[in-house]
């Protein structure tokens, strides 16, 4: 984050990498796997599929599989709309 808008935002990149990776995504009481799932999750269902390209790559790194990231995304399309998942699913095809 720091190299994306530190210049502009210190204060914003020090809530991003220290409070929000540095301690919410540090928390026991769920995995760094099942915190990306529902990151993923999440950000399918709120439209924000932008933001993918960081989070895919993280949750790979973080356990989960091709196959789950792609399940998930199929799974949220019924909750959350079909355009959605359809971006979504043009950006993990892109990632992945």
């Known amino acids: 984050m720091q190299r994306l ?3 502009l935002a ?4 020090h809530l991003t990498d220290d409070v929000l990776f540095g ?8 995995s760094p796997r099942d915190r990306s799932l529902v990151t ?3 950000l399918v269902s709120a439209g924000n599929t932008e933001q993918l ?9 973080n356990g989960l599989t091709r196959e789950e990231i792609v399940e998930a ?5 019924f909750y959350a ?16």
């Open 10 to 13: 210190p204060a914003f990149v």
């Open 73 to 77: 995304i199929t799974h949220v399309a």
């Open 23 to 30: 301690e919410v995504w540090a928390r026991p009481d769920l």
């Open 53 to 61: 390209r960081a989070h895919i790559p993280m949750g790979l790194d």
């Open 5 to 7: 808008v530190g210049d």
């Open 81 to 96: 709309g079909w355009p959605r998942a359809v971006s979504a699913l043009t950006i993990a095809k892109e990632v992945l």
């Open 40 to 42: 993923i999750s999440s």
